[in-house]
Each structure stands twice: as structure tokens, then as C-alpha cells.
């Protein structure tokens, strides 16, 4: 393999966000661009002069110098597509969540165990500015010892215009968000799961994936760990400003993130001591070529306006994410987010879904192969 690793991204809404970063990255190239609609494909290679693009995911897999695939395509493909990935020998990237159900999950493991390649889901939540502030303070030991984790994700989707999927999703079977950050930080995987549904969706919803709860929310049990987890997930018909965080409480500081838009997040020390923290930017963690798209928002004072950078977002974690995917196939090993630990990551909401239904009953979460 050359020094740039060849990386072509299928789906091209959310995934067309990569397709700068993989172009701007001193050891990547993006090889080549697919989805389903010539129109916007079309688009997204015009816009980012991307030449090689295709229509059909198959035509990816056939691309002998192609040593990558990051799928960005919705989440019904996204262990169909990455199974095939890693079967045809690709390095294998994909968007959350890894899988939809337990035995999808245990099979990408097994695959990437079998394949020998990297695997990484692409989680967000686990780049994000709090995540890497928290991160460090754990590592230095300014946190102390972790007593509790909480984590949420609550969006309302009841709106129009969502792709049709979407609508009466089981809120659990998309809690990577919450879960991610809280597992990474403990370090260790969930074995149990104890969820109760709360509340009622409208019928319409409800009736389409049989999941009646507005609200998820569960507490998780740790592998050979004292800790327990909390984890919260909305999705219809719930209302609340969108919200993805964690709290963390150690034995020595504690970080709680209400999240409310434009608020940042409190640090609490000593004994009654509280402040709201500048949380900072982790840019220079990056190849300089990347650093920049941490940033969002950029405020163009000459003419008083604010525009997005593509390839920015999601807490500026979208160059990490791409950074860690490819250091770990130049560095041949597993990614932070290596299948086994996405696979529990992801397995954790499903279960959590599955005792919700069971009315609460407790769930074990099957272990991995390659964990
Ligand atoms: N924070 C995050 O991690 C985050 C944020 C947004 C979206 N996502 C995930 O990204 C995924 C895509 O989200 P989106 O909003 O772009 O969805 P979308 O449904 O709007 O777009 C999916 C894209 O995949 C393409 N596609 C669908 N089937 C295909 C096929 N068989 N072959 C090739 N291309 C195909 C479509 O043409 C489209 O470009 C979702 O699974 C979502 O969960 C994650």
C-alpha cells in the first residue's frame, strides 16, 4: 500500500462531510465517491472534483487498489455493507450505529477478526471537544477515580422531512451517542442491561418498528467494574431542546454537561465549588492540514457573517475520526473504535431496547469475538 491510504466513502448526505477531510489528509487520498442517485453524486464529485464515481456499492468492492471504505449510507445497510467490505479485504469505516441487531453485531466482529483489517465505527460522540476535555482531565488524574456516568441523547424527530426510515425508530437501537462516551471513559464494556420504556409515540410511528416509547432509559453494568451507567434516549414526540451529553463523577472533580445551547458545561471541585469551563479546542492534536475543520462556524467580520465549514461538526470530532481510521491502517492496528468494541457499544442499546420491551427485564449483552 502507498503512503496515502486510497479511501472511497458510500453515501453521500452526512458522508459527503468526509470526502474533504480523507482529500486534505497528508497520508489519504479520497479514491472514490458512490450512492445510489446519479444527481447527486454528480454533484458532490463536481463540488469536490472527486473523478471516480460510481452508482452501484458493488463497483466499490471490485476496486483492487481501493484499500478503504467508509459507509455513510443509511442505517438499515450499514452491516450488510460492511460485512461485504471487509469480505472483499477493505479497511473498513462506518457511521453509527454498527448494527441493528445482536447477531449482526457479533458477525462484523467475527469478520474484522477473520478479515485482519481495521474496523472503526465512527462515533462522534467520542471525538467531541467535552469528550477529549474529560478525556484528558481522567488521564492526568484531576478527575480522581470515576464513581457514576450519565449519558443522553434526546432529539425530537416528530418533525417533517427526515428520510422516511427514521420515523418510529426504536430510540435505543440509536444510543451510541450516549453510551459511546461512558464506556470509553470507563474503559471497560457493558454486560447488562436493566431499560424501561416511558411513555407513548403516536400510532402511526409506533405501529412501524413496534416501539411504543417515547422515552428509553437504562442503567448498565460493567465487566469486572464497580460502576454502573445511566443511559436516556428520545426520539418522538418528547420535547426538548437536542441533546447529546454526558456526566462524569469522580472522586476529585465532576463534570456535568446540562447542555443548553450556547451554556458550556460545569466543572465541580472541592466540596461545593462549581464553574461553567471554556472547553478547549483539540485542533492541534491533528496534522495541520485538518486541524482547521474543528471549527464549524467561522465569523467573517468584513461581512458580518458567520458561514460552515464542510467537514466540520459534531463537536469538531469529524477530523479526529478520520485521522484515528487512518493511523490505525498505516500503524496496522485495531482503531480506537475497533468492531469488538463497536459491537458492544452498539449491542448495549439493543439489548436495552429488548428489555424495555420485556417490561424491564435484564438482559445480558452477548461478549464479542475479538474483545
Ligand atoms: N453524528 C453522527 O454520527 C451522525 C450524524 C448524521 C448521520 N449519521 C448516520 O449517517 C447515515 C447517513 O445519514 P444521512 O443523513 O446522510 O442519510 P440519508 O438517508 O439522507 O443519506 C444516505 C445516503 O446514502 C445513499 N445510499 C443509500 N443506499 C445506498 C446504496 N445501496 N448504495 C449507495 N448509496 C446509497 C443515499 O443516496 C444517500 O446519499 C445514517 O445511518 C445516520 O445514522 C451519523
Redesign the pocket.
Known amino acids: 500500500m502507498s503512503e496515502k491510504v486510497k479511501v472511497a466513502v458510500?453515501?453521500?448526505?452526512?458522508?459527503a462531510e468526509f470526502v474533504p477531510l480523507y482529500q486534505k489528509h497528508p497520508n489519504a487520498e479520497c479514491y472514490a465517491i458512490?450512492?445510489?442517485?446519479e444527481e447527486?453524486l454528480n454533484r458532490v464529485g463536481d463540488q469536490f472534483g472527486v473523478e471516480r464515481r460510481c452508482t452501484r456499492?458493488e463497483d466499490l468492492l471490485a476496486m483492487d487498489e481501493l484499500d478503504a471504505i467508509h459507509v455513510?449510507?443509511?442505517?438499515a445497510?450499514?452491516a450488510a455493507m460492511s460485512l461485504a467490505s471487509l469480505e472483499a479485504g477493505k479497511h473498513t469505516a462506518c457511521?453509527?450505529p454498527m448494527a441493528t441487531t445482536v447477531a449482526d453485531c457479533l458477525a462484523l466482529a467475527e469478520a474484522r477478526r477473520k478479515a485482519g483489517k481495521v474496523y472503526m465505527m465512527?462515533e462522534?460522540a467520542v471525538y467531541t471537544r467535552e469528550f477529549l476535555f474529560v478525556k484528558e482531565m481522567l488521564d492526568s488524574g484531576r478527575l480522581g477515580r470515576i464513581q457514576f456516568l450519565r449519558g443522553s441523547h434526546q432529539q425530537n424527530m416528530s418533525l417533517p422531512g427526515w428520510?422516511a426510515y427514521w420515523y418510529g425508530f426504536p430510540p435505543m437501537h440509536y444510543a451510541t451517542?450516549a453510551v459511546g462516551p461512558l464506556l470509553a471513559l470507563a474503559g471497560v464494556e457493558a454486560e447488562s442491561v436493566v431499560c424501561f420504556g416511558s411513555g407513548t409515540i403516536r400510532e402511526e410511528y409506533a405501529e412501524r418498528y413496534g416501539s411504543p416509547f417515547a422515552v428509553e432509559t437504562a442503567l448498565l453494568s460493567l465487566r469486572d467494574c464497580p460502576l454502573a451507567c445511566e443511559v436516556t434516549r428520545s426520539l418522538f414526540d418528547t420535547i426538548r431542546q437536542y441533546r447529546e451529553s454526558f456526566d462524569v463523577y469522580g472522586t476529585e472533580m465532576s463534570f456535568e454537561w446540562e447542555q443548553l445551547a450556547g451554556e458550556k458545561p460545569v466543572l465541580y471541585s472541592g466540596f461545593e465549588d462549581a464553574e461553567r469551563v471554556e472547553v478547549p479546542d483539540y485542533g492541534r492534536l491533528l496534522p495541520e492540514e485538518i486541524a482547521p475543520y474543528t471549527i464549524r462556524g467561522v465569523y467573517d467580520e468584513e461581512h458580518e457573517h458567520t458561514y460552515f465549514v464542510q467537514g466540520a461538526g459534531?463537536g469538531g470530532s469529524h477530523p479526529h475520526l478520520t485521522h484515528e481510521f487512518v493511523s490505525a491502517i498505516l500503524n496496522d492496528r485495531p482503531s480506537a473504535v475497533d468492531a469488538a468494541r463497536a459491537a458492544n457499544w452498539t449491542m448495549a442499546g439493543i439489548c436495552a431496547h429488548e428489555s424495555a420491551v420485556a417490561g424491564g427485564k435484564r438482559v445480558e449483552i452477548p461478549a464479542a469475538p475479538g474483545a
Open positions: 458510500v453515501g453521500l448526505g452526512f458522508g458512490c450512492q445510489r442517485s447527486n456499492f455513510v449510507t443509511p442505517i445497510d450499514h457511521t453509527v465512527m462522534t428520510p451517542h459534531h
